[in-house]
């Protein structure tokens, strides 16, 4: 690296993008804090804004590999694409009621992320928002989601699920790649299942024992063609006309 000034300068410049990042993320810092603070403070940090997501990439990878909990504040509107984006180390979060919208990717590659609740606020999920979440077997979605993002919840542990009444719209391979995913309730209220094709249907390879329950009597109109293909021409069992109460007791 050069000389000794060389190093001392290269060292004060990562502190102080450490310390940028941390306070661009709602913490703040005092300039005698060491080193050792730096990263208890991150692995403590609470997001802060009217929307989550950006940092300076080293601090980024820092912060990735730190932080075990999050909490975000009330006020936070958005939480930004890719805000959370391979948190390895990230175990929970707590979203405030203030939330509408999670954007695409923003909890992608959180692989210790086992469970997650979400605020009856949100109405949106973005694009692979919990993609590769490798760990993630349960999650309560909100009663006011509209949304469901394309491949949002691929590669999950997901083992049953239920779409709320008010989803009117699932995107393409939201639920691709859940080989552990049992059962899963989708209401007829929703009127839009995007599957051109068997590669674009939102069972793309999931598990093939996994059986469907819907309240509808027989496929509306909006759901695509291959709407519940996990391969190029096999399909998940489907129950329809069935009861909340039939899918609960299954």
């Known amino acids: 690296m050069g000389t000794i000034a060389d190093k001392l300068n290269y060292l004060n410049a990562t502190k102080t993008a450490i310390k940028n990042a941390i306070i661009s993320k709602g913490g703040s810092v005092a300039d005698t804090d060491t080193f050792r603070s730096y990263a208890e403070k991150i692995n403590s940090l609470s997001t802060g804004g009217s929307s989550t997501g950006g940092s300076d ?100 542990k997901l083992t049953d699920l239920i779409v709320p009444d008010s989803v009117t719209n699932i995107n393409m391979t939201a639920f691709s790649y859940c080989s552990s995913l049992e059962k899963i309730w989708i209401p007829s209220a929703c009127t839009t299942i995007s599957a051109s094709s068997s590669y674009s249907s939102p069972f793309l390879s999931a598990n093939s024992s996994c059986v469907i329950y819907t309240d509808a009597t027989s496929k509306p109109d909006g759901w695509g063609t291959y709407w519940n293909y996990y391969n190029s021409s096999e399909q998940l069992q489907v129950v329809w006309g069935a009861t909340k109460a039939q899918y609960e007791a299954a």
Request: glycine share 8%; proline share 3%.
């Open 57 to 156: 990439e080293l601090a980024r990878q820092l912060i990735e590999r730190l932080v075990t909990s999050i909490e975000i504040p009330n006020g936070v509107t958005k939480i930004g694409d890719n805000a959370f984006y391979s948190y390895k180390t990230l175990t929970s979060i707590t979203i405030p009621s203030s939330v509408t919208t999670l954007g695409g990717d923003s909890f992608s590659l959180c692989n210790n992320l086992t469970s997650i609740t979400l605020p009856n606020s949100v109405t949106s999920i973005g694009n692979s928002c919990f993609s590769n979440c490798t760990n993630l077997e349960d999650i309560v979605l909100s009663d006011n989601l509209a949304s469901i993002g394309s491949g949002s919840f691929s590669f999950t």
